[in-house]
């Protein structure tokens, strides 16, 4: 199949994935209610009810709503993990508040500007100005221990996921590139997208962005590790912002208004979870596992609405499969490595259209040699697979 007539049916595929509405309300204050994150059954947003912006929560089981701060200080930003909410108060504070004894410890403060905290298990990360240029900082909630973790120009828009942290590095050679740091491995990747890339996220070893021009803007998902960029939904309009959890990505795409959508990372659905019109923004989505969260104005102000994957009534429409595979890659016309580890390195790897398994040249028996067919692996050969190959079997 080409790429041009797979991307046709992505665009119909796409087309007939129709919400019918499983909408609920977390939230219809009649202020402005914005900027909501999600973990589990717990919703936190910013809300101006108070004159100032304020953090709110709410339990989706319990339905109780909770006021998280009220400083008088416009408190913005909010993230928030497994009971664990991080938001920033004014211009130079980062606040951690908890869920279950409602306490609330200052992470940073002043001096300097910081904003934009991102959360995951024990790390919080943050872009801080309080040198002359934006760097990205990192604090353990295990050890309080706080890294610098940027130099040389501006470092912004950080987000986290377990032990990987992207960010925007705009560097003093004008070029504009993601950066993904793993503390497992202590290793640094640098991906170069072009058109700018800004908004990154982390999930299921791949890093989301927005790249492009003005009013044009795409959503593009790309392996940490390497391989080639590719776009999450090739349909008209543009993209104005995207999360990832785990393979689903929840997107906001400005076609006839402003609607949210959830696509896999395997490409295997799409389904449209607004369907408002051209008179009503659905804006900024959040997602957790099958849980989708976003602002609307449909009230003729900004509240905050909730939709669950697997309650529906969704109609989710299969895209398209990938039977040709495309031959550009970091990794040539490999597919995967085999060979015995880690006594022995891999040596034996594909090394043709016919993804044919080379012979090992180490001591372990049980890896012959053979042929792999399709995209499934030969059995016991198996080591790890390219990102380009995980793509296309869907994983």
Not at 114 to 122: D, E, K, L
Not at 298 to 319: E, K, M
Request: hydrophobic share 35%; glycine share 12%.
């Amino acid at each position: 199949m080409n790429v041009h007539r797979f991307a046709a049916l992505v665009i119909l595929a796409a087309a007939l994935a129709v919400c019918a509405g499983a909408e609920t309300t977390v939230c219809t204050d009649p202020a402005d209610q914005r900027n909501a994150v999600v973990s589990g059954n717990v919703v936190a947003w910013e809300d101006s009810r108070n004159g100032n912006w304020d953090i709110y929560m709410k339990d989706l089981e319990t339905g109780i709503e909770t006021q998280v701060s009220s400083s008088g200080t416009d408190e913005t930003n909010p993230d928030i993990d497994r009971g664990r909410i991080v938001y920033q108060s004014g211009a130079g504070t980062i606040l951690l508040y908890e869920v279950g004894t409602a306490a609330t410890t200052t992470l940073a403060a002043a001096p300097g500007e910081r904003s934009r905290p991102r959360i995951s298990g024990n790390r919080v990360v943050w872009q801080d100005r309080r040198e002359s240029d934006w760097d990205v900082y990192h604090r353990d909630l295990e050890t309080g221990i706080e890294t610098r973790m940027t130099s040389a120009g501006d470092q912004h828009s950080p987000s986290v996921d377990g032990n990987q942290v992207v960010w925007v590095s705009e560097g003093t050679d004008g070029e504009t590139s993601l950066v993904v740091y793993d503390y497992a491995s202590l290793s640094t990747y640098r991906i170069a997208p072009a058109g700018r890339p800004s908004s990154p996220d982390l999930g299921g070893g791949a890093v989301t962005y927005l790249a492009g021009k003005p009013g044009s803007r795409r959503a593009y998902s790309h392996a940490i590790t390497g391989g080639l960029p590719r776009a999450i939904d090739v349909g008209a309009g543009s993209h104005l912002s995207q999360r990832i959890d785990g393979a689903r990505v929840a997107l906001e795409a400005d076609g006839t208004g402003s609607e949210i959508w959830v696509y896999s990372m395997n490409f295997g659905t799409g389904t449209q979870v607004t369907a408002n019109g051209v008179d009503v923004a659905d804006q900024d989505p959040e997602i957790d596992g099958t849980r989708v969260v976003w602002e609307t104005d449909r009230n003729g102000n900004r509240d905050i609405y909730t939709a669950s994957l697997d309650a529906g009534p969704f109609t989710t429409a299969p895209v398209a499969e990938v039977t040709a595979v495309p031959t550009a890659s970091r990794f040539g016309a490999r597919r995967y490595v085999v060979g015995a580890v880690p006594l022995n390195p891999p040596t034996g790897i594909s090394g043709g259209a016919g993804r044919t398994v080379a012979e090992p040249t180490g001591t372990r028996t049980a890896i012959g040699t053979g042929t792999a067919t399709g995209l499934t692996p030969p059995a016991s050969r198996f080591v790890r697979w390219s990102p380009l190959t995980r793509w296309l079997a869907g994983l």
